[in-house]
């Protein structure tokens, strides 16, 4: 993966919970001219566990016939069972795709060293694709302990770890401790571009950055250049956009509400999950009007 802004895609959906496929190539050509570094699809923000499976394939073929060679594109796999996940990663090795990013099983938990290093180490089996190790215990219910993802690297099952953790002591312990068996680790969660770039993470995975690329792109520019002037007022719109658009575990409703404004899909959520609420809506209009990047 190169260093730098990988974006997971949000996915636009049309009001049968299927996929907006104009709305998500719009979408795809928008963050490509944007400036980023690869795209992440079918993945959290994606909501790649929570749609019908064919459409699940069909965001990833489409994604795969949009964006080409252009950029790197990763998908997400997140299954209950390491089977589950096999069959996942032997579609995507079937439609041409190269990089996959695999999370914990879960409704079942795991927790033992024993149960993550046979999940990982099955599926890196399964595939000659590029299989990037996906740390989010929110969503999982089980942490990766720190010294299974450096195993795993060790072991030369992946070079890319992408943590969600939440733990900034954890990440850092990662991000040093992981140069030394060849580990480039990515941030999910709110980014300290400053404080990225000081101790060596590869980047970072924004979903906010779905709104506004440009502003992303051009942050881990100035962090790793060293342009402070920039860098804090680049930083500044960064916290201005996590604030209005994440909201505690509701990374998602505000970021689907922000692209509708901007002209991509109509805003549809997929159930359980809800619309960002009416404040929170007048709060992302004041957001996007004091923007330069719509559409």
């Known amino acids: 993966m190169p260093p730098g802004i990988i974006v997971p895609v949000i996915t636009p959906l049309l009001p049968d919970y299927t996929l907006d496929e104009d709305a998500f190539r719009r979408q795809l050509r928008r963050l490509i001219t944007g400036g980023v570094d690869a795209l992440f699809v079918g993945g959290t ?47 995507l090795e079937s439609v041409g795709c190269r990089h996959y990013v695999l999370t914990p099983t879960f409704y079942i938990g795991i927790s033992t060293q ?29 942490g990766i302990p720190l010294e299974t993802i450096l195993e795993m690297a060790q072991r030369g099952w992946s070079t890319t770890c992408k943590d969600s953790s939440g733990d900034k002591s954890f990440f850092e312990s990662l991000c040093r401790q992981g140069r030394d068996v060849g580990l480039s680790v990515y941030q999910g969660l709110r980014p300290d571009f400053e404080w990225l770039a000081s101790i060596g993470a590869a980047g970072s995975v924004p979903v906010p950055a779905n709104v506004e690329p440009e502003t992303f792109a051009a942050a881990w520019k100035a962090a790793i250049g060293g342009e402070r002037d920039s860098l804090e007022r680049l930083q500044k719109r960064v916290d201005l956009l996590w604030e209005s658009l994440v909201e505690g575990y509701d990374f ?15 805003g549809t959520i997929i159930p359980p999950l809800q619309p960002a609420n009416t404040s929170r809506q007048r709060a992302i209009d004041s957001l996007l009007a004091g923007s330069s990047n719509r559409g």
């Open 252 to 266: 998602l409703s505000g970021n689907v509400y922000a692209l509708a404004k901007l002209g991509i899909g109509d």
């Open 45 to 91: 923000s994606g909501v790649g566990p929570l749609i019908p499976d064919k459409e699940w394939q069909r965001t990833v073929e489409t994604a795969i016939d949009e964006t080409g060679d252009s950029l790197p594109l990763l998908v997400g796999v997140a299954e209950t069972s390491t089977p589950r996940a096999i069959d996942r990663i032997h579609l």
């Open 114 to 142: 024993t149960e993550f290093l046979s999940h990982y180490g099955r599926c890196a089996e399964a595939s000659g694709m590029n299989m990037v190790i996906y740390n989010i215990p929110a969503c999982t219910g089980s």
